[in-house]
């Protein structure tokens, strides 16, 4: 079992027919442990090997602040970091999914190792929006 940073493949193609629509639908971002796979070929949004813990809830939080803009040539996407407050969780990966079409993947966070809150704050804080570190970003 693997968990490897990418784009999925779902999403590339969703964006080629318009169903990956990011600031219209709903998207969640899940956390995963170590024993989950995650990578370009998922394809959706699934329990197996969700992490759980005290105020994570199955399927994780939806996404807020959602945009897509240029900077310069490059289109970028941005949203604001995602929490869980007082969670006691561990894990390793994020899946951010389309939770308004079927669940699509669209792209796989992984923390490389497991990161941990103890009855405190667990936050995914996302890169600055611009063309070199966005979220996601397509020259």
């Given at each position: ?95 951010i999914y389309n939770n ?40």
């Amino acid at each position: 079992m693997a968990i490897v940073q990418a784009l999925c493949n779902v999403f590339k193609e969703d964006l080629m027919d318009t169903t990956a629509n990011l600031e219209a639908n709903t998207l969640k971002v899940a956390l995963f442990d170590n024993t989950a796979t995650l990578n370009a070929s998922t394809t959706a949004y699934a329990t197996t090997n969700e992490a759980s813990g005290t105020n994570y809830t199955a399927g994780g939080e939806a996404m807020t602040g959602m945009a897509v803009t240029l900077d310069g040539s490059t289109a970028i996407f941005d949203a604001d970091n995602v929490s869980w407050a007082n969670a006691t969780v561990t894990a390793q990966a994020a899946l951010i999914y389309n939770n308004s079409f079927s669940n699509a993947a669209i792209a796989v966070l992984d923390f490389g190792g497991n990161k941990t809150s103890t009855n405190g704050t667990f936050e995914i804080q996302f890169p600055n929006a611009n063309a070199s570190t966005a979220l996601i970003r397509i020259t």
